[in-house]
């Protein structure tokens, strides 16, 4: 069946801000989706609202629209594109559910717009709990008893003739958002109540459970001629009872028979026939591995994580093939990209091991409640490949960069105490991978760990194995240095240097250079769908210690580019960004780019990404070896965010030419004490700030300084530890609780600039002059990190003499840092001085928002300065370019997925993603930003204003301008008096002043917003941590800044006096200094 | 991965290539042709697979043995390969229906194994210069004289033995009940599957020799022939595709990869070696009438050259990696044929349909 030729237009939903559940991945898809439809010459129409996605460059589409998801928004696309079809399979729940949304509303009929590719029945019988039973029931599909439950009652009745525990799901969420697992009847009133007001349906799935059974995946794909192929089979580590976002997962599934493997591959086509699906989709199984009994847990009709990661363990780029199939074609008719000479129509064969392990942020939330289960935590993920499962799964560790070399065990925790460790394999933490490595370690039989934690025997054997290892290597000693057996041995089990070296009481760079001596180094073997049948041509590799090296490297101009790693809380998609432009700058260039990562969301590990990729982790040691094995004209970190940044003093010691900002330059921004001095060499005014070494040290700097400070360990990925200290006693509690104070780690201690406005400038320099390519101005004050605030471009308050000083200091500490190449300057403006805050000589995680809006490839430009090119040469304006128009950034946080976690913005930045808005003024912008990031405010209703006291004096002011608005106002005591008589206010109790109060009202859905400013300093349980949970859990619009709220009030005003803009990104970047 | 110094392996191509690693299983020395198997599962299956006599079994997957050994996965009664070659042989298998470790299965079965060498490398020396002889030897103490395993490797002529000889019944079997419609199966070295699937749609199954005469074959009245799939070159076995001949306008007759090219020789038709041949779970293979694309197991070294078939068979089935045929079907009578394995085991089940249609035929002849 040919191309379809009636397809002219296609529109591409995008799926907004990187949420907990919903990450990189489907920035992946969809513009792989974009590239293989334009590809066919289909004019591409997209809508996403994150500026940090490649999806969103011009160049991924004919027309890129920054804006809201939302139904109305994209009606007015779509009634402007006039496409005649639809793809929203690429976008995750967040597509389907907008795809759903449009049908629905009737939008498409209206229209006559297509869905291309799978249909909204498919999508509908998939995802409809009670539907999806009855086809699994028509087709003879075995599926656990269950109800889609409505309301509690029915809940309640169903668990009257069933069993404890059962599993929770509601229908149409991402991630399992509102899922769980009730052990008794309290458990599962709750979670249904939860679940009905997170499903987009009010309906939620209960069912029996199989926890404990094995939990397999199969990616399966169909065209619609229904020819079905399954592209990889995975196998969770975790049991079932774990999300598999939550899950370690092995590619191929390592412990199924061919006669296991075909039953569950057969029942995964007929599934996929059943609901006509056409395109990608995972089907997951839970199989009872003692009595071989499967059941069908779920079909994502769509493209998912798995998804992705089943596409980068295989090489089969199922999204292009998805797209493809959207328009019309069969799967023989598709090449495989990666061979070039063999059709898509085939399954994969692997000839390795592929590991998975998801990155949690807990060490972000030391607060949030860390049992995993079917509701995910983690914000991304790593892969490693082996030709061993020890192997893979020690580069996975490693890749993960928690500063384990391997599979070891930090000084954190206690790992000899029994009991909690048996308890962490049974009631699963993210720890559990190292409990079980602890528990071996004491003698724990391995039937004794699976049986706690119903994890296949096969795996914790292998990790037996392990130990095994680790002992011979203990025991070798020195030894191991010379005996080339041994050595190799351990480098095929996976052992890293670092690890022998710490085993051994060696330095890493002993035992690499020993290593090297007995003449083991590593082999690279390319990732080719067939496992060596075909000759592929794609250059995508990773290491292994064997005989043959496949990555023989070209004689060419070559640079390597260093990524970021896994997506984190602080190091998001947005340093993938500038890793993917810097390779694509370098090809454009004429110079090989060369990538090395190991995040398998990204796009950055896609093979056709960079000229050439190598999946490896970002240690030293898998780094050095590259680039032996390449000899690059140099490597780039300053895109991959601290992780790169973090190897720049190895590779430097290694005689490593580093491109851009050296190491001198790198070091200077972060060592505090050399960067006071460098400003006041310059004259440029700082927050007052020491550096302290122990704790008297600490007390005296901040005596010193005057309370409140900022206090945080140096070297630190987005703000983490840092705090905001108001007294002695409270810093004493920092230092003895939160870090660890040493001679070589030392804390800082600045100032806090209170009621300071924050902004910042992404530039880029060639050594004569920088570029600012923008100047942002925060929301928030001062004090909440850049990452966490909303920010504006051009600035919203100011005045041309303050943006004059912050040119002039960025020009004079970049030229004084020798930067060359991106750097990102934060500063703070109190009283009209412009404090310098810090400089970092690297890709920022604003750049990518700030190209967007400027229309300026900015990671381009900064790349080709790094090729040896002037700003002048590459036409870079000189002046800070003019936008007639509004950009503001604003961020989405994963609390409503972290139970136990406090919604309070401070200098720990605790976001995961970010949305754009853009308009011609602030408000109308920031209405656009504030609703992608999916603060869903309302025009007119009831707020309830509490606030903290410093804040209580902006109360009546706030309080004016909501009546002005026509809201109706709410406030609890304190806050009300400060009002006073400056509107019409109502008071309302708090929480622990009895009913009826504030909560109460919020769970009645009185409340249609909530501002609530926290009091300051670290608290633990208090009123307000109540307040802010229940307006979470109740989907009430919350504020937690007094600038914030203004921003509202700005925005709501602006929204009823406005009409708000709907053009393509180009409308605005061609009105650049015009 | 087995411990160094126990027992070692060293595999010797006929190019002179010299590949040293761990030995399991049987210490001995075995020759045949290496060719490789893309298949991530089914191992057993692949090692009782009588196609398999004379050639050494390369897994191109890392990890093999994870599952053990059982009773179930037998495709014939014993390993059939001279020898197997793997990245690791898994000593601690995990399943409910595992007795043995790789290990054990081929020391049982008197087949010596290597492993922890760089599958890899070899598969692409392969996949470049084509299977070619080679010889295992697993042993413990001093290693052999590489000179004279690299002898034994050169003086295999594959292509000249008949191992369908060996792997064929010696004498008649049966299988199924009585009342149900006889199928003659021509066993060349026939997989257990394929009697299995026959059996399960209730036709009954006398197994005879390969070199059974059709007026034999005839005796015993039965209601359709299958030829077998087996090991070696087809353009030995003349007889079998003169017998095949003669039955033709008999009875439905239905071949399955060996029985495939005999059927094509029986009409004048021509096979050729491919360089590495076909051997794996995942081979995309178009049906030509419909257009339907399905995946298939495969394990043949030699295809059925399309342009020399009579006019009287037509080319049904085509293979998308290499565009060689995989299957015909005659134009007025009930014969039809595949080059791949509907039976599966390994591989997927997505042909079954195969045997219902060779039902089919046989109850409306």
Not at chain 1, 146 to 152: E, L, M, N, Q, Y
Not at chain 1, 190 to 200: K, N, Q
Not at chain 1, 880 to 903: E, H, M, N, R
Request: glycine residues 10%; proline residues 5%; contains cysteine.
């Amino acid at each position: 069946m040919p191309k379809r030729n009636d397809i002219k237009k296609v529109l591409v939903i995008g799926s907004g801000p990187i949420v907990i559940g919903q990450a990189a991945e489907f920035d992946y898809s969809g513009s792989q989706a974009c590239k293989a439809l334009r590809e066919e010459g289909v004019e591409v129409v997209l809508i996403n609202s994150n500026p940090a996605t490649i999806q969103t460059d011009s160049g991924m589409a004919d027309k890129v629209y920054i804006e809201p998801l939302k139904p109305e928004f994209i009606r007015k696309v779509i009634e402007k594109e006039r496409p005649q079809g639809l793809i929203g399979t690429m976008a995750g729940q967040t597509g389907l559910n907008l795809t759903m949304q449009l049908a629905e509303r009737g939008i498409l009929k209206e229209f006559g717009v297509e869905v291309l590719g799978t249909g909204l029945d498919a999508i509908s019988a998939a995802e409809d709990r009670g539907k999806f039973a009855d086809l699994c029931k028509r087709i003879g599909e075995p599926l656990l008893d269950s109800i889609a439950a409505t309301s509690v009652e029915q809940a309640l009745e169903f668990a009257k003739s069933h069993d404890y525990p059962f599993v929770l799901r509601p229908a149409y969420t991402l991630g399992g958002t509102g899922g769980g697992i009730a052990r008794n009847e309290e458990e599962l009133r709750s979670l249904v109540e939860f679940g009905l007001r997170m499903s987009e349906i009010g309906q939620t799935l209960i069912e029996e459970s199989v926890l404990g059974w094995g939990e397999f995946e199969y990616e399966v794909m169909r065209d619609g001629k229904d020819n079905c192929i399954t592209i990889c089979n995975m196998e969770n580590f975790d049991p079932m009872g774990i999300h598999t976002g939550e899950s370690i997962v092995a590619a191929p599934s390592q412990t199924l028979s061919d006669n296991d493997h075909q039953m569950l591959r057969s029942a995964a086509l007929r599934m996929i026939r059943a609901l006509n699906i056409k395109g990608g989709c995972n089907i997951q199984f839970a199989l009872n591995q003692k009595t071989g009994k499967y059941i069908v847990i779920e079909v994502n009709p769509r493209l998912s994580r798995s998804s992705a990661l089943a596409s980068k363990a295989t090489g089969y780029p199922i999204a292009r093939v998805a797209a493809k199939i959207a328009l019309g074609y069969t799967l023989d008719e598709i090449d495989n990209a990666v061979t070039k000479t063999t059709p898509a129509s085939f399954e994969p064969a692997l000839d390795y091991i592929v590991v998975k392990i998801p990155r949690w942020p807990f060490d972000k939330m030391p607060d949030a409640v860390k049992y995993l289960g079917t509701q995910m935590k983690s914000t991304g993920e790593v892969m490693a490949i082996g030709r061993t499962f020890e192997e893979a799964l020690q580069k996975a560790v490693r890749s993960l960069d928690i500063k384990k070399a391997g599979l070891e065990l930090d000084a954190k925790f206690d790992w000899k105490d029994r009991d909690k460790v048996l308890s962490i394999i049974k009631e699963p933490t993210d720890q559990r991978l190292y409990a079980i490595y602890a528990a071996l370690k004491m003698g724990t039989a391995c039937e004794e760990i699976a049986g706690l934690s119903g994890i296949n025997p096969w795996f914790i054997r292998k990790m037996e194995k392990i130990l095994e290892m680790e002992g011979k290597i203990g025991i070798a000693g020195e030894r191991l240095l010379s005996d080339k057996q041994l050595m190799l041995e351990a480098k095929r089990s996976g052992f890293s240097d670092r690890q022998i070296a710490r085993i051994i009481g060696r330095k890493e760079m002993e035992v690499r250079d020993a290593r090297k001596k007995l003449g083991i180094i590593p082999a690279y073997k390319m990732v080719d769908t067939c496992a060596a049948e075909f000759a592929a041509k794609t250059p995508y590799y990773y290491s292994t210690y064997e005989a043959e090296n496949e990555a023989v490297p070209e004689k060419r101009r070559k640079v390597i580019v260093l990524g970021s790693g896994p997506i984190r809380i602080g190091q998001g998609i947005e340093f993938d960004y500038c890793c993917c432009h810097a390779s694509f700058a370098l090809r454009a260039a004429g110079v090989q780019s060369i990538m090395i990562n190991n995040n398998p969301e990204t796009i950055s590990t896609d093979f056709d990404a960079s000229d050439r990729l190598y999946f490896e982790p970002l240690a030293l040691e898998d780094v050095l070896n590259v680039i032996e094995n390449e000899s690059p004209d140099g490597v780039i970190v300053q895109f991959g965010g601290q992780t790169s940044i973090n190897l720049a003093k190895g590779l430097h010691e290694n005689g490593v030419r580093i491109l851009g900002t050296q190491l001198e330059g790198i070091d200077m921004a972060e060592d505090r004490e050399r960067f006071r001095k460098l400003l006041n060499e310059l004259k440029i005014p700082q927050p007052r700030n020491g550096t302290a070494r122990n704790i008297e040290e600490a007390l005296k700097a901040a005596e010193e300084i005057h309370y409140p400070v900022v206090v945080r360990p140096s070297y630190v990925i987005a703000g983490r530890g840092m705090q905001i200290v108001y007294d002695e006693a409270e810093l004493k509690r920092y230092i003895s609780e939160a870090v660890d104070v040493s001679e070589e780690k030392p804390v800082l201690i600045d100032k806090y600039l209170e009621n300071a406005i924050e902004c910042e400038i992404d530039g880029v320099s060639d050594g004569k002059r920088l570029f600012i390519a923008g100047i942002m101005e925060h929301v928030e004050k001062a004090g909440v990190h850049s990452g966490d605030a909303s920010c504006a471009v051009p600035p919203i308050t100011l005045p041309e003499k303050t943006q004059k000083t912050i040119i002039d200091y960025s020009g004079r500490i970049a030229k004084s840092l020798e930067n060359i190449g991106a750097i990102n300057i934060q500063f703070a403006v109190q009283d009209g001085t412009v404090y310098l805050l810090e400089a970092n000589p690297r890709g920022s995680r604003s750049m990518p928002y700030l190209s967007k809006a400027t229309g300026i490839p900015i990671v381009k430009l900064a790349t080709n300065v790094l090729l040896g090119k002037t700003l002048d040469e590459l036409g870079a304006p000189k002046e800070v370019p003019q936008l007639p128009y509004c950009a503001v950034k604003s961020v989405v946080f994963p609390f409503i997925k972290l139970p136990g976690t406090d919604i309070v913005l401070g200098p720990e930045m605790k976001s995961t993603g970010e949305s754009m808005g853009i308009d011609f003024d602030f408000g109308r912008a920031y209405y656009k930003a504030m609703l992608s990031a999916g603060v869903n405010f309302y025009t007119k209703g009831r707020v309830a204003l509490t606030l903290a006291p410093g804040d209580k004096p902006h109360a009546a002011s706030l309080a004016r301008e909501f009546d002005a608005l026509g809201f109706e106002i709410f406030a609890t005591d304190g806050t009300a008096a400060a009002i006073g008589d400056a509107a019409p206010v109502a008071v309302v109790k708090k929480l622990s002043e009895g009913d009826p109060n504030i909560v109460g009202m919020m769970k009645a859905g009185e409340l249609d917003m909530v501002v609530n400013t926290p009091t300051k300093g670290k608290l633990a349980f208090t009123d307000g941590f109540g307040i802010r949970r229940a307006a979470l859990e109740n989907g009430i619009p919350l504020i937690t800044t007094i600038e914030a709220a203004k921003g509202i009030i700005a925005a709501i005003k602006a929204r009823k006096t406005a009409e708000l803009t709907l053009e393509p990104m180009n409308y605005y970047t061609g009105r650049v200094g015009k | 991965m087995l411990e160094a110094g126990k027992k070692k392996g060293i595999l010797v191509l006929s190019d002179g290539s010299i590949f040293r690693g761990l030995g399991f299983g049987a210490e001995k020395v075995s020759v045949g042709e290496l060719v490789f198997n893309t298949s991530m599962m089914g191992y057993q299956e692949a090692l009782t697979d009588p196609s398999y006599a004379g050639q050494i079994l390369l897994m191109t997957y890392p990890l093999i043995g994870n599952y053990g050994a059982n009773k179930g996965d037998f495709e014939s009664k014993k390993v059939q390969v001279p020898a197997f070659v793997v990245r690791e042989a898994c000593e601690l298998p995990s399943h409910k229906d595992s007795n043995a470790t790789l290990d054990e299965f081929l020391g049982r079965n008197n087949t010596p194994g290597i492993a922890g060498l760089d599958t890899r490398s070899i598969v692409r020396r392969i996949r470049e210069r084509g299977v070619m002889p080679a010889c295992v030897c697993v042993y413990s103490g001093n290693e052999p004289d590489t000179a004279g395993l690299l002898a034994k490797a050169n003086a295999l002529d594959y292509s000249k033995i008949n191992f369908v000889e060996q792997a064929s019944v010696k004498k008649e079997e049966e299988y199924g009940a009585p009342g149900w419609k006889k199928i003659a199966l021509i066993d060349c070295g026939a997989k257990q599957s394929i009697i299995r699937e026959l059996v399960k749609r209730e036709l009954s199954v006398t197994v005879l020799p390969w070199n059974s005469s059709s007026m034999s074959i005839l005796s015993h009245d039965p209601d359709g022939v299958l030829i077998s799939n087996g090991p070696g070159d087809p353009a030995l076995l003349g007889n079998v595709a003169k017998t095949a001949k003669e039955l033709f306008g008999k009875m439905p007759i239905f071949g399955i990869c060996l029985g495939h090219q005999i059927l094509a020789h029986a009409v004048g038709g021509k096979t050729f070696k491919l360089r590495f041949g076909h051997r794996g779970s995942n081979h995309p293979v178009k049906d030509l009438e419909t257009g339907a694309v399905t995946i298939t197991s495969q394990n043949h070294g030699y295809a059925v050259d399309e342009k020399s078939l009579p006019k009287e068979f037509v080319p049904t089935k085509l293979n998308l990696n290499d565009r060689t045929n995989e299957g015909m079907k005659h134009r007025e009578l009930p014969i039809f044929s595949v080059q791949y394995h509907p039976e599966a085991n390994p591989g997927p089940l997505d042909s079954l349909g195969l045997f219902d249609e060779f039902k089919r035929l046989v109850e409306e002849y």
